[in-house]
């Protein structure tokens, strides 16, 4: 790890983490532990405090293009394109399951509890308990590629973006749609919830994100919120803790922080050498981690 000495003061520490593109990163137990996925078929656990490798786990034989994060019950969920997802214990290192799937797997999540999510290039998700191990419902969702799967934070909805420029909200138990967002003129690459579950932000490959109040519906009249400050396709979003602040990054190599009381931008960040993956919040909203092709992750 190399702690920062530049007048740039926001960027605390950078980290090379892999030899190829890092397509996750997470800060997890109290932001002490970074969380790393890469192309170059490995996940990372290091010390955000010296940059300290913890623990390596592969059994990948294939690109990881997407991980969550089971605090709660100390689990990792982990999707290649080796066409398997695998779940595994971070405790202990090990692997607890292993999915086949019939194509590509394209993105992960949970629900915080026993439910996790898988989609795949042929525009399916599927839902699984991580308990049983066994599936528990497949669904149809996309005309084509699903980019991303995110739930809900009270789990009863997942969110779906795929390369048919659409996002889609699905209830869970009925395994119904029960919102279809329009908008984009391009790839719909990334989504989340806020964490109140009352704004889902999307981010595209149109080079903005539209974030739709889906409390109210006020989008339906007005529209959803467009915001725009890249200068290429952007890759990811996260909403803080308390949903006060937003950071999107993408192409351009920009990490953007938005005011999510005022919708206006309030930092822009620069220090990637490549195309920035995807980028989280810590905690208290004290640090963000962010993840490029670059194979480096950076502390902010």
């Known amino acids: 790890v190399t702690m920062d000495t530049s007048k740039d003061e926001s960027k605390i520490a950078e980290l090379h983490a ?4 890092v397509s996750f990163c997470r800060l997890v137990h109290h932001d002490e532990v970074i969380v790393t ?5 490995t996940i990372g656990f290091w010390s955000s405090l010296n940059g300290e490798k913890r623990q390596t786990l592969a059994k990948h034989s294939n690109k990881i293009v997407a991980c969550c994060v089971n605090e709660k019950n100390e689990l990792l969920l982990s999707a290649s394109w080796d066409k398997t997802i695998i779940l595994w214990d971070m405790t202990t290192g090990q692997h607890l399951w292993v999915q086949p799937h019939n194509t ?3 993105s992960c999540h949970t629900n915080g509890q026993h439910c996790y999510a898988s989609t795949t290039d042929s525009g399916k998700y599927t839902l699984w308990d991580s308990r049983s191990r066994s599936e528990i419902a497949s669904k149809e969702a996309h005309a084509t590629t699903i980019t991303c799967c995110r739930f809900s934070h009270n789990g009863l909805n997942l969110c779906t973006c795929s390369m048919d420029r659409q996002a889609c909200i699905w209830d ?3 395994h ?6 329009g908008g984009h003129v391009n790839i719909v690459s990334s989504c989340v919830f806020s964490h109140n579950d009352h704004r889902l932000c999307t981010a595209s490959w149109d080079k903005s994100l539209r974030v739709y109040d889906i409390a109210s519906g006020a989008y339906r009249l007005e529209g959803a919120v467009v915001l725009e400050n890249h200068d290429g396709c952007v890759s990811s979003c996260d909403f803080s803790n308390d949903d006060s602040l937003m950071v999107s990054v993408g192409y351009d190599m ?5 005011n999510m009381n005022t919708y206006q931008l309030k930092s822009c960040f620069k220090g990637h050498e490549g195309w920035i993956q995807s980028a989280s919040f810590g905690e208290n909203k004290k640090w963000i981690v962010s993840c490029a092709r670059d194979g480096m ?3 902010w």
């Open 37 to 41: 996925a890469s192309y170059d078929r």
């Open 18 to 21: 892999h030899k190829e593109c």
């Open 176 to 181: 119904r749609k029960l919102l279809s967002l």
């Open 297 to 299: 992750v950076r502390i």
């Open 254 to 258: 920009g990490l953007n922080i938005w």
């Open 172 to 174: 869970v138990r009925m």
């Open 104 to 106: 590509l797997v394209t």
